[in-house]
């Protein structure tokens, strides 16, 4: 196998789920108990996706500036200031911690 | 400061803070033996940056003989897109010819800016979000590819902690609920604790067996 067709191979492959996903008829999320699991999973992988980039350097437990500059964003998401601004705060932590007291 | 930020702002801001990790991808890309074609290739097809990095990375340490484990990283990683698609097929509704477009462009980002919306903006909020990391994401790779690592790293500037930032800012509206919120901390928690254990991507999906299972616990009404 050519680089350029595991390349293809890979990529159909990881299109298939997004394809596949969307083909599962709205109707079966009427059922306020289906709603809810939906809701649920999806919630718990952009949280899983929240704990890995905040706490996770290759595949370790790093405890660096991100985390600081998270919890500062959550902080300013609890008083409901915009998400442009939270973010732009949460990246200002960080890169501050780095530059001015060489943080990891 | 109580005003929400607008849709196409936040759109905007995600996709191109997303986008910049692009750079990293086409610089790591290159590095792992890919040339520029078909480091562009896989940003415009697999558009999806944890299978994109595992696949280069499974290549970059095992060459050419690594290329069905490369495939199946890929492919394992891309599931959470599928649980994506099923909540956003029901918001976008009927979409004709766009709904292969609409499925390449369901990842993390434009589902979470989609669901953090009114639903007025949802739709809105997927397509400009989807569209903006798919513009940023491409143009930055081949910056990546054609200056390598020499542009900078995305974590002098703070933008690891940008992104997660950002995720925190969408998922918090969405925890309505104790479940949901109860979900979400101990996926936060449980996704770090079992990272050593298990190969990269897959703690992100435990943590949707972890939903199910918090689903399946009963709720039990005080009297």
Known sequence: MTLWTGLLLASLAVYSWKFIGSLVPSKALDHPRMAQLVSLITVALMSGLIGIQTLITDRQVELDSRLPAVLVAIALTVMRLPFIFVVAVAALVAAGLRFLLGWP | ?223
């Open chain 2, 1 to 223: 400061m109580k005003k929400r930020s607008g849709v196409f702002s936040v759109s905007f801001s995600v996709g191109f803070a997303t986008g910049l990790y692009g750079i990293s991808f086409g610089a790591l890309s290159e590095a792992s033996g890919l040339d520029i074609w078909q480091t562009c290739a896989l940003s415009l097809l697999m558009f999806s940056g944890g299978s994109q990095f595992a696949f280069i990375g499974v290549l970059g340490s095992g060459g050419l003989a690594a290329l069905p484990t490369a495939i199946a990283s890929a492919w394992l990683l891309g599931v959470r897109n599928g649980f994506y698609a099923v909540t956003m097929s029901s918001i976008l509704g009927k979409l004709g010819w766009r709904k292969p477009v609409a499925a390449q462009l369901t990842i993390d980002e434009s589902t979470a800016v989609a669901l953090s919306r009114d639903s007025l903006e949802q739709r809105r909020g997927f397509w400009l979000t989807g569209g903006f990391v798919f513009l940023f994401w491409n143009a930055m790779t081949l910056l990546g590819a054609w200056f390598g690592e020499s542009i900078g790293n995305p974590s002098d500037w703070g933008l690891d902690a940008a992104a997660a930032a950002a995720f925190v800012a969408l998922v918090w509206p969405r925890l309505t609920e104790s479940k949901l919120r109860f979900t979400a901390f101990l996926s936060i928690i449980f996704s770090a604790f079992i990272s050593p254990y298990v190969a990269v991507g897959v703690p992100v999906l435990l943590s949707a067996v972890l939903a199910v299972i918090i689903w399946l616990i009963p709720v039990r009404r005080k009297p």
